[in-house]
């Protein structure tokens, strides 16, 4: 079964540290996709970026950036020089076929609490 | 373009009635998704629409829990004889279908308290 495991629950850094956020996924499918949703205090989920399993490039959004790597099933993100706008929860999810049917299904982790001090 | 709405923002009901929680996804969008989130199970997928079609509905906690949705648009999330258990918040998403490159656009949910 899928699973996704975020075990920082929370992190606090001061404006301007880089922070990275961990993940890390259990899947059998070979054809997945994996995403980053941001929560801020309004509650609504932000969808940042999807990424799919055979595309291992980095990328780079800004002061975002996201490392995947098949071969540890990581799919981390870290924000550079963090602002205080950047606190909020930070989810990463999975989305894989489901025995052939395929739907998007999202298998979240548990988020993580990111708060920026001034 | 407008995206996802969900009403009621809050709801507070009492134990044993029954709840209805509406969700609009953005227009065109076929696919739509109902998650809880409690502070005990975190994000946990409930159901999915294709259209007006519910394949799956093995997320529902129980049979207490029932949705539909009526002309590929508007879906209603029913709770009946509502628990303390089932207090959380109630997230709707929609996405233009199903496949896993579809992103899934998330409302603002409802905030569910069953006193």
């Known amino acids: 079964a899928q699973k996704v495991t975020q075990a920082q629950t929370e992190i606090s850094v001061v404006e301007k540290e880089d922070v990275t956020l961990d993940c890390v996924y259990e899947t059998r499918d070979t054809t997945y996709y994996l995403f980053w949703y941001k929560q801020p205090p309004s509650g609504e989920l932000v969808f940042l970026i999807r990424r799919n399993s055979f595309d291992e490039q980095n990328e780079i959004s800004g002061r975002y950036s996201w490392n995947f790597q098949k071969s540890t099933s990581s799919f981390n993100f870290t924000i550079t020089a963090s602002q205080v706008v950047d606190s909020a929860v930070y989810f990463c999810a999975l989305s894989e076929s489901a025995g052939g049917t395929s739907y998007g299904k999202l298998t979240f982790g548990q988020g993580t609490i990111l708060t920026v001090h001034p | 373009g407008a995206g996802v709405s969900q009403s009621p923002s809050n709801k507070v009901t009492e134990k044993g009635k029954d709840v209805e929680l509406r969700c609009d996804p953005i227009?065109?969008?076929?696919?739509l998704y109902w998650y809880r989130q409690s502070l005990g199970q975190g994000l946990e997928f409930l159901i999915y629409?294709?259209?007006?079609?519910?394949?799956?509905k093995s997320g529902l906690p129980s049979d207490r829990f029932s949705a539909e949705r009526t002309g590929g648009s508007v879906s209603t999330l029913t709770i009946q004889r509502t628990q303390q258990e089932d207090s959380a918040v109630y997230l709707c998403a929609s996405s233009s279908g199903l496949k896993l490159t579809d992103t899934q656009y998330f409302g603002p949910g409802t905030r569910l308290t069953v006193l």
């Open positions: 629409f294709q259209g007006n079609s519910a394949p799956d």
């Open positions: 227009s065109g969008h076929t696919a």
